[in-house]
């Protein structure tokens, strides 16, 4: 038997994001994903003689802004290398990349795992540009090239080897998503390729300070994948270990269809690529304007507003957390708050009623036609006591999705919605109640409190909902102890 726990899992993860530029890296093609294949391929893509690229200013703010973001070190002094290797996707024989001085070094990115924070350590993030892509599956004899990717602009984010199990992993990719989000850095869309995740993974000893032989997994896709990926390989990897085989630090592959990896290269290593500066580019140094007009269009980020949501406004972590997912939607609940005291309110409507809606109508927050200080005001009359928070979500608020324009109390007066919060029309339907349901009476009487429930859902039948429910409690409460059938 395998002590599966005796062992630690050393990971490092290689995220590579595409950038929201309009143009590529070094030249004037669109970037746009999902053209028709090979349209967006000028000379300088195609890498043709003669041709000489122009570093795209955008890119650099974008890398900036996520270095920024992690609290990296911006390097002033840059300069591009020629990352060298023969692919038929990569039509210039070599990539342009930066080497031995990435534009943000160190740095970290805070994750949460079972309410527990750590920081993973981020060793660098640098500009390159993609390659194009192969696709095997369109043609039956043939491969064919799409060169669209070719030149478009990535950053490439590199931790330290500090991640220690799948969920951590899990955890670090979800939170660069949000984050490259945020910043509008890249859209994060990972079926689209849009991020990308390369796997560095080892096994060791517990305990033991030493890294082991790691592998290599290109290319997952999704966050799922990331996870999985991690934990069949360290289980074949301990089996290796355990059978008192070496383990070869090699380049693998992730089968989505089978769950395991296969091997696909012996990974080169740093002077197999040959690494030299291009000496088509100027080096670029980065002025601290620059810098600083970067750092002064920061949004606020979702740690931060966490925070914040939690100290001003009483949130726990876990709906804080839930809101600041997407910043839309955590601006779009910043909005409500203008015009509402009823924070808790806030958050239980937002992740209610307003996220099923778009959940059912796969839509963002931007397409919600409710303005933020109508909804405010749906929370108002639900804290006046004139209509309760069932009616509110069943009745106003979808009538609100169909008619913006009217007002939550224009609904609620219209659709005779409007709480009765007067006793004397409640008691009556009271009293009718527990003569109806006397037996009932008795068995609460014996001790079945829980019936309660069942009495206050009668009125509220009877009502169609417009008892308050409050007042319904208190006069329930009261008749149901001194209740003698007459
Ligand atoms: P390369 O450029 O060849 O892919 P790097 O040395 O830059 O390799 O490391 C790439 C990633 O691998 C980094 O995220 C790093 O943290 C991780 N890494 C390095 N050594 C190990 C190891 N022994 N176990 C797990 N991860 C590792
Ligand atoms: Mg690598």
Redesign the pocket.
């Known amino acids: 038997m395998i002590d599966f726990a005796s062992y630690e899992i050393?990971?490092?993860?290689?995220v590579h994001a595409r950038l929201l530029t309009a143009s590529k890296l070094f030249c004037a093609d669109s970037n746009q994903y999902g053209a028709a294949p090979n349209t967006n391929v000028s000379p300088i893509t195609l890498g043709h003689p003669g041709t000489l690229p122009r570093l795209n200013k955008k890119a650099v703010e974008l890398a900036v802004k996520m270095g920024l973001a992690c609290q990296c070190q911006i390097n002033r002094e840059n300069y591009f290398a020629r990352k060298n290797y023969f692919y038929p996707d990569l039509p210039k024989g070599y990539q342009i990349s930066q080497q031995t001085v990435p534009i943000c070094s160190n740095g970290f990115v805070p994750i949460t795992v079972e309410d527990k924070q750590k920081n993973i350590r981020l060793?660098?993030i640098h500009l390159e540009e993609d390659a194009g892509k192969s696709l095997h599956d369109v043609d039956e004899k043939y491969s064919c090239i799409d060169y669209n990717r070719a030149g478009t602009p990535l950053i490439e984010i590199?931790?330290?080897?500090?991640?220690r199990s799948s969920e951590e992993a899990y955890a670090f990719v979800n939170e660069i998503r949000k984050l490259v989000r945020y910043l509008d850095v890249c859209d994060g869309n990972m079926e689209e390729g849009s991020l990308r995740c390369?796997v560095?993974?080892?096994v060791r000893p517990k305990g033991s300070h030493l890294?082991?032989?790691?592998v290599?997994i290109k290319n997952l896709n999704s966050v799922r994948h990331v996870k999985k990926a991690i934990e069949t390989e360290a289980e074949r990897l301990i089996h290796k270990i355990e059978a008192g085989h070496s383990i070869i630090q090699e380049t693998r592959s992730f089968d989505v269809q089978i769950g395991t990896t296969h091997p696909i290269r012996e990974?080169?290593?740093?002077d197999d690529y040959r690494y030299f500066p291009d000496p088509d580019l100027p080096p670029l140094h980065l002025q601290e304007s620059f810098i600083k007009n970067i750092r002064n269009e920061m949004p606020v980020l979702p740690q931060e507003r966490i925070k914040k949501y939690m100290i001003d406004w009483q949130l726990s972590d876990y709906d804080a957390t839930l809101i600041t997912e997407e910043k839309a939607f955590a601006d779009y609940f910043e909005q409500v708050i203008l015009h509402t005291k009823n924070y808790k309110a806030a958050a239980n409507w937002m992740l209610g009623p307003v996220k099923s809606w778009l959940n059912e109508q796969k839509k963002d927050i931007d397409a919600l036609p409710i303005l933020p200080e109508k909804l405010a005001s749906v929370i108002q009359l639900i804290d006046e006591g004139k209509v309760n928070f069932s009616i509110a979500s069943t009745a106003i608020f979808p009538q609100l999705l169909q008619n913006p324009s009217l007002s939550a109390a224009e609904i609620a007066q219209k659709q005779d919605l409007l709480q009765d919060s007067d006793m004397s029309s409640i008691e009556p339907v009271i009293d009718e109640i527990l003569n109806t349901f006397a037996d009932k009476v008795s068995a609460y009487q014996k001790g079945k409190k829980g019936l309660l429930a069942f009495f206050v859902g009668q009125v509220m039948k009877k009502t169609n909902g417009k008892a308050d429910p409050q007042l319904t409690n208190t006069i329930l409460l009261e008749k149901l102890n001194h209740y003698t059938k007459k």
């Open positions: 050393v990971v490092g993860l290689e060793h660098r590199v931790t330290e080897p500090d991640i390369d560095n993974i080892s890294l082991g032989t790691r290599e990974k080169e290593n740093e």
